[in-house]
């Protein structure tokens, strides 16, 4: 079945400075899909990216849709202790009704 | 609108105990889909739904059932709980698979 993975699963970021979390699907996704969850929270949409090659952006969070569409990433520039949280990539079947998500990114902030 | 409700918030069962988690929602979507988060992992899908009456199996199926006989509501079964099952479970509905999902606020069950 289809498979989606993230990296790192960790990511540990003095505040101010940026970092990238990458998401890949073992097949070909007709759109990807970001989540937040705080902790102790439940996740919360993020953001959906439809088009090969596409970026969007929102405030310091950019994501990026790969050309093959079966890789995207999230980049935060100048981390805040708000960005603490475990960012997920979610993914549709090509031809199903499930949807995938990966392991999650959780991102600790050192101030 | 509530949104997604699930309930109960926490519940503590012995292994062999049977228990249904609630979800409802009040947005009229089609698509609900029921997830479980285990400590450092991901949400994994359990069963999923595409409209009443309709449901289907997702990674991890074993020891749970559904029934969709509204629109609203999308009820999980645990027929006899394992500790296995110890997880926070999370309820979802949208339009569709390859849309916005809105989560419930889980339930955290714990099975002694």
């Known amino acids: 079945g289809q498979q989606v993975m993230q990296i790192p699963q960790y990511q540990h970021v003095q505040e101010g400075e940026d970092f990238t979390t990458y998401c890949n699907s073992s097949t070909t996704l007709s759109n990807i899909q970001w989540y937040k969850q705080r902790p102790g929270g439940h996740p919360v949409f993020l953001i959906q990216?439809?088009?090969?090659?596409e970026v969007k952006k929102q405030k310091r969070l950019t994501f990026q849709f790969g050309e093959a569409k079966k890789n995207s990433s999230l980049h935060i520039t100048a981390t805040q202790t708000t960005d603490v949280g475990t960012y997920f990539c979610a993914g549709p079947e090509a031809a199903g009704n499930k949807l995938t998500f990966g392991g999650g990114t959780r991102v600790l902030v050192k101030p | 609108n509530a949104g997604v409700t699930q309930t109960p918030k926490f519940q503590v069962l012995k292994t062999g105990q049977s228990m249904t988690l609630q979800c409802a929602q009040d947005m009229n979507h089609e698509y609900m889909s029921w997830y479980r988060q285990d400590p450092g992992m991901g949400l994994r899908l359990i069963h999923y739904s595409v409209g009443a009456g309709i449901t289907d199996q997702g990674e991890v199926p074993n020891g749970y059932n559904v029934s969709r006989s509204t629109t609203e509501d999308f009820p999980l079964r645990l027929l006899s709980a394992a500790p296995s099952q110890t997880s926070v479970y999370f309820c979802a509905s949208s339009l569709g698979p390859g849309t916005e999902q809105f989560f419930g606020p889980g339930t955290r069950l714990t099975v002694l």
């Open positions: 990216l439809v088009k090969s090659g």
